[in-house]
Structure formats: structure tokens, C-alpha cells
């Protein structure tokens, strides 16, 4: 059971490390690209939740998107991205 949990940990860490050091939040390359059109259109990350046929891989990034969220800090500048 030790080994399970420390996989389910390094996982999570993984796929934090996809949303974080990758910027797949706000950098522009083309397999950045090619994510934003297939799962979240004109919605941001933070908006949009698993469903049924996503890749494993995007499923993996929906089940620890909130963790990872919940460790930032966030400037609401002008405003214009803010949702309430």
C-alpha cells in the first residue's frame, strides 16, 4: 500500500508540474495551442471540468487542477478576466 500512495503522490506532483512549469495557463506554443482548442475553447482552465472521452492525460490534469489552484496566488489587474 506505501508504494500506491507514493506513486498517487508523484503523479499528482507530475501533472502540477504540466500545469505549472509548462504554463499550459498562459504560454502560447503550438501543443498549448492544440490543448486549448480540443478541451477548453474560449473558457479558461479554471472553468472547465473532466467529462467522458477525454484523453487520460487531460482527465489526470482536471483531477488535481483545483489542488494545484488552491496553492497560488492570484492579481485581479484590470479585471477583465474575472469572473464572479
Known amino acids: 500500500m506505501g508504494i500506491l500512495a507514493d506513486l498517487d503522490s508523484e503523479n499528482k506532483c507530475l ?10 495557463i498562459n504560454e502560447d506554443e503550438a ?3 492544440v490543448l486549448r482548442n480540443k478541451y477548453l475553447s474560449n ?9 467522458r472521452g477525454d484523453s487520460k492525460f487531460w482527465t489526470g490534469l482536471m483531477n488535481v487542477k483545483n489542488q494545484f489552484l ?6 485581479l489587474q484590470d479585471g477583465k478576466q474575472v469572473r464572479f
Open 15 to 24: 501533472l502540477g508540474k504540466w500545469l505549472y512549469l509548462y504554463n499550459l
Open 31 to 33: 501543443w498549448q495551442q
Open 43 to 51: 473558457k479558461w482552465i479554471t472553468q472547465v471540468d473532466k467529462k
Open 70 to 75: 488552491s496553492f497560488g496566488n492570484y492579481r
